[in-house]
């Protein structure tokens, strides 16, 4: 259940057997003062997304930082997400098809 009080399914493209309960993190109440990651998954055209996204955030203020997968049909490395989880407060994944 959200904050407020709506209850949220998300599905995990994976392709795992047996689905898992994962409760959601925490969102933050406002991005002032964070800084968000933005992760081009590296399907075509999320680049495009992930350039309006950018722009749109920094002209409120906002820093960002730019990370890509290597491909979009493996999950990201872990020093990729080590790195992404160390610099970032926040992390919006794009894709688009």
Known sequence: MT???VARVVLDPTGELSPQAVELSE???SLDGL???LLDITK???DVFLDQLDLRLRERGLETRR???P???KP???DLRQEI???CHVVIEALAD
């Open 3 to 5: 904050g407020d009080g």
């Open 67 to 69: 990370y890509a997968k």
């Open 76 to 78: 990201a490395p872990v």
């Open 71 to 73: 491909t979009f049909t």
């Open 27 to 29: 969102r933050p109440a």
């Open 44 to 46: 075509a055209r999320g």
């Open 35 to 37: 800084t968000v990651g």
């Open 85 to 87: 989880a160390e610099q």
